[in-house]
Nanobody
Framework: QLQFVESGGGLVQPGGSLRLSCVASGFNLADTYAIGWFRQAPGKEREGVSCISRSESTYNIDAVEGRFTISRDNAKNTVYLQMNSLKPEDSGVYYC?????????????????WGQGTQVTVSS
């Protein structure tokens, strides 16, 4: 089955850190143009958070810039999201997916191979 498998979520206090992992299953990460991390909080729409391209250029939304770092390891077929200085508003289910499109705003492109997600809860 072609999908990503996310892990690494959990409960953390405000100001804490988590590292999420996203393993590609059934395909090679090196064949992917870009991978995005998304999140969805209860009652809210899913939003794109961070993205990394094949050339390892990255993009973060303003809300996480300076706190989140996305990286990829093609040899391990894995994408990571290091999240520091976490805030309660960072809580939600985090997903990763890939896009082969190169046009338009990165998070408006068509994405595929969505995983089941991993829950992140930031609370004291």
């Amino acid at each position: 089955q072609l999908q990503f498998v996310e892990s690494g979520g959990g409960l953390v206090q405000p100001g804490g850190s988590l590292r999420l992992s996203c393993v590609a299953s059934g395909f090679n990460l090196a064949d992917t143009y870009a991978i995005g991390w998304f999140r969805q909080a209860p009652g809210k729409e899913r939003e794109g958070v961070s993205c990394i391209s094949r050339s390892e250029s990255t993009y973060n939304i303003d809300a996480v810039e300076g706190r989140f770092t996305i990286s990829r390891d093609n040899a391990k077929n894995t994408v990571y999201l290091q999240m520091n200085s976490l805030k309660p508003e960072d809580s939600g289910v985090y997903y990763c997916a890939r896009t082969q499109s190169r046009s338009g705003y990165v998070f408006n492109r068509p994405y595929e191979y969505w995983g089941q997600g991993t829950q992140v809860t930031v609370s004291s």
